[in-house]
C-alpha cells in the first residue's frame, strides 16, 4: 500500500539529526553534544501549576486559540519583553509548540508554485512542510555573510513566486542573530510588497550581547511570529508555542489550527499562563548559566584553531571543519569512534551545512570540558596525520 501514499510525504527525509543520533545510540562512553534542548528543569513554580490543574479537573477542551486568561497573559509579557502589541482576543495562537505554529502558518499562507526564502544553514523544521504544500523552499547561502540572511540577499532571491521569507534568528543551528538595522533593511526591502515574513523568534530570550529585536516592530501587517516556552522555560515537553499574526491573517491560521488540534494541552495551557505571569525572568538564570558556556566554548575552538563565527543567541555553536579535507558526516562519525564525542554534522541543516558540525553547550560545563578535550586531542592527531600525508612519509 505504501505506494499508494502522497508522494510528497513519502519524499520526507528522517531528519540529519534523527539519523545521527541513532548512531550515536549504538556507542558507548560517548560524551553527546547534540542535544537542541535546555539542560534545565521546567521551574518548579510551573510544575506546580500543572499539578494544581490536574487536581482541579482542569483537562477539558480549551478555546481553539487557548484560553483567554493566558492569551491575554501572553500578550502582557510580549508587550514588556518586546514592545508587542497584538490583540489577546483575534491576534494570538496558543499552539502545541512552535512547530505546530510553523505549520499552521505554513499551510495557511502557501499554496503549490509559491516560493519561501530561508537562510541556510537551517534548522530542519520548515522544508518539509513547505513541501508538503507543494510550494518551494528557496535556501540562500549566508556562509560568507556571517549566517545572516541580509536584505541584499534577500533581494537576490525574490522572484514574482515569492510568497514568504522565513526569519530564524537566534539562529538553529549558528547561534546568528540579526541587529534592528539589519532587520529594519530587510522590513524596507519587503514593506508593501506581496511577501509574508515568518519570523521564527523561539530563542528570543537567550541572546548574550545585546536584547532581541523583532521585525514585526517594523513589518507588522507582513509578520507572522512564532514563539513559545519551549527554550526560555525549558518547556519542550509540554507543548506550548506563540503565534501572533494581524487579525486578518491569524484568523484564518485559526481553522487551519482548529483542524488540526483543536487547542493545546489544558494542563500545558495553565503551566503557561503560570510560566508567563510569574516567570518573567525564569530565562534570566539559565541565559546566565549559557553565556558562561559559549564563552569557554568559544575560547576552546578558537584556541584548537578552528574558524568560528561567535554566536550571540540560542545554545548552538557551528564551527567550520573545512580544514579536515572531510563531509561533515565522515568528520562526525570519525570523532565519534575515535574519540568518542558526538556533534550533529553540519549537512543536517541543509547543503549550505556541508563542511561545519553543530556543538550544542546546553550541558553542563563539565561535560563540554570532557567533550572540548577529547575533540582537542583528536582535532591534533588528524592535523598530525594530514602533515604526515602531506610530507609524504
Ligand atoms: C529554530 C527552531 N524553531 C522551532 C523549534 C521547535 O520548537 P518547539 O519544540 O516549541 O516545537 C526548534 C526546536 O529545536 C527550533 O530550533
Redesign the pocket.
Known amino acids: 500500500m505504501e505506494h499508494l501514499l502522497n508522494p510528497k510525504a513519502r519524499e520526507i527525509e528522517i531528519s540529519g539529526i534523527r539519523k545521527f543520533s541513532n548512531l550515536v545510540a549504538q556507542h558507548e562512553d560517548v560524551i553527546s553534544l547534540t542535544i537542541?534542548?535546555p539542560d534545565f528543569f521546567t521551574p518548579h513554580h510551573v510544575k506546580a501549576a500543572a499539578k494544581k490543574a490536574i487536581d482541579e479537573n482542569v483537562t477539558s477542551y480549551t478555546p481553539n486559540a487557548g484560553y483567554l486568561e493566558l492569551r491575554q497573559a501572553v500578550q502582557l509579557y510580549m508587550k514588556k519583553k518586546a514592545d508587542f502589541n497584538y490583540d489577546a482576543e483575534s491576534e494570538i495562537i496558543i499552539t502545541t509548540?512552535?512547530?505546530?505554529a510553523?505549520d499552521a502558518a505554513f499551510r495557511t499562507i502557501l499554496s503549490p508554485g509559491d516560493e519561501v526564502i530561508m537562510p541556510g544553514p537551517i534548522?530542519p523544521?520548515y522544508e518539509p512542510i513547505i513541501n508538503l504544500c507543494g510550494a518551494k523552499p528557496v535556501i540562500v547561502d549566508t556562509t560568507s555573510h556571517g549566517f545572516k540572511l541580509t536584505a541584499r540577499l534577500i533581494e537576490d532571491a525574490l522572484t514574482p513566486n515569492t510568497k514568504c521569507v522565513v526569519l530564524?534568528y537566534p539562529?538553529?543551528p549558528t547561534g546568528v542573530t540579526l541587529s534592528e538595522e539589519e532587520l529594519k533593511s530587510i522590513a524596507a526591502l519587503l514593506k508593501g510588497r506581496n511577501v509574508f515574513v515568518l519570523s521564527?523568534e523561539?530563542?528570543s530570550e537567550l541572546t548574550y550581547d545585546r536584547p532581541h529585536y523583532s521585525i514585526a516592530t517594523h513589518l507588522r501587517d507582513q509578520t507572522i511570529v512564532?514563539n513559545?516556552l519551549?527554550?526560555s522555560h525549558s518547556m519542550?515537553g509540554w507543548?506550548?508555542?506563540f503565534l501572533f499574526a494581524p487579525k486578518d491573517i491569524a484568523k484564518h491560521i485559526l481553522k487551519v489550527h482548529q483542524y488540526n488540534v483543536s487547542c493545546a494541552s489544558s494542563i500545558s495551557q495553565k503551566a503557561a499562563l503560570e510560566a508567563v505571569t510569574n516567570g518573567f525572568d525564569d530565562a534570566l538564570i539559565m541565559r546566565e548559566q549559557y553565556k558562561k558556556r559559549l564563552d569557554y566554548v568559544y575560547d576552546r575552538l578558537v584556541s584548537m584553531g578552528l574558524d568560528v563565527v561567535k554566536p550571540s543567541g540560542?545554545f548552538y555553536i557551528f564551527p567550520s571543519i573545512k580544514s579536515f579535507g572531510m563531509s561533515s558526516f565522515d568528520f562526525s562519525m570519525a570523532l565519534l569512534e575515535d574519540a568518542g564525542v558526538a556533534l550533529v554534522p553540519g549537512s543536517s541543516f541543509s547543503k549550505y551545512g556541508e563542511g561545519y558540525v553543530r556543538l550544542s553547550f546546553a550541558y553542563s560545563l563539565d561535560t563540554l570540558r570532557e567533550g572540548l578535550d577529547r575533540l582537542e586531542l583528536f582535532v591534533l592527531k588528524k592535523r598530525e596525520s594530514m602533515q604526515t600525508i602531506n610530507n609524504g612519509v
Do not use: V
Open positions: 537542541g534542548q509548540g512552535a512547530s505546530q510553523i534548522y523544521g530564524p539562529s538553529n521564527d523561539i530563542y512564532i513559545g519551549s527554550k519542550t507543548r506550548i508555542g540560542a
